[in-house]
């Protein structure tokens, strides 16, 4: 059982005409393992900028606060020290990888994180059956990461990889943006799939409502401004698809 804590988190972004802004104004939130939290919240609310943060994205600096896994310092690692603490952040590797097929990538990430390179035929196994669960060709495993990929096929490679690295705790950001309901059906089963298997913690940002059809949280965040206006539990998210953020936004 894990605990990815994160506490009266400050964020500033370096604005291209040289100005600091502050985006992160104090974020309070606490994931344990098997707990999928819903991060919710209105365009330029701050939510990537949390996943970013988590992530280690050179862009955000941490002006105050503290993220903490298992009372480790979190923010004192670098980005392959994170993954390798069992942080999973879907848009770590959002660029294209030349020459790297996904096959390479998944097994060089793969034992990056153990510490070991995994059994040659259990691995090729698991990752056949992981594609073949999510509905990849494969011819998918020697195309070059991002290359060309559409946006369904990035966020299925980000679930692929979330099913066979085992994360303790996984950040997805908009895994259902741009999918037809097919796809996101596909996409949520994979994530349901590697809740059951390895009962990470899972943050899922999201704008919309309809993923939390598939993937059922069992804490709502509602984001706004910066910071966490509202939490409850899934009827939050049920009063949203009725009220929007309107009711959050005239009181910002
Ligand atoms: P959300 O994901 O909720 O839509 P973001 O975290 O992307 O929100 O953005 C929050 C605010 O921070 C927005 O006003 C956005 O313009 C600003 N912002 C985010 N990232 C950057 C960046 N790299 N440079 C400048 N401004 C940024
Ligand atoms: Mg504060
Ligand atoms: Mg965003």
Not at 174 to 179: N, P
């Given at each position: 059982m894990s605990t990815l804590e994160i506490r009266d988190l400050h964020v500033t972004v370096d604005e291209a005409d040289g100005s600091v802004k502050e985006i992160l104004r104090g974020v309070d939130l606490t994931i344990a393992s098997g707990e999928v939290h819903a991060v919710m919240g209105p365009n330029g609310s701050g939510k990537s900028t949390l996943a970013y943060s988590i992530a280690g994205h050179p862009k955000y600096t941490v002006t105050g606060g503290t993220v903490t896994l298992d009372g480790e310092d979190v923010l004192a690692m670098s980005v392959d020290e994170r993954a390798r603490a069992g942080l999973f952040l879907a848009m770590q590797y959002p660029v294209e990888v030349p020459g790297v097929t996904v096959s390479n990538f998944l097994r060089t990430a793969k034992t990056a994180i153990d510490g070991e390179a995994p059994k040659l035929r259990t691995w090729v196994k698991d990752v056949k059956q992981a594609m073949d669960d999510l509905k990849m060709d494969s011819s998918f495993a020697e195309r070059n990461v991002n290359e060309h990929f559409s946006g369904g096929e990035k966020k299925r490679h980000e679930i692929l990889q979330m099913e066979l690295l085992k994360p303790k705790f996984a950040v997805l950001d908009?895994?259902?943006?741009?999918?037809d309901v097919d796809a996101l059906k596909i996409v949520s089963e994979g994530v349901n799939r590697s809740l059951a298997q390895a009962n990470p913690g899972v943050l899922l940002i999201t704008h919309y409502t309809r993923i939390l059809r598939y993937i059922k949280p069992q804490f709502v965040h509602v984001f706004v401004n910066g910071k966490v206006a509202e939490q409850g539990g899934p009827e939050l998210a049920d009063s949203l698809e009725e009220t929007g953020y309107d009711r959050f936004l005239t009181h910002a």
């Open positions: 908009e895994t259902d943006s741009g999918l």
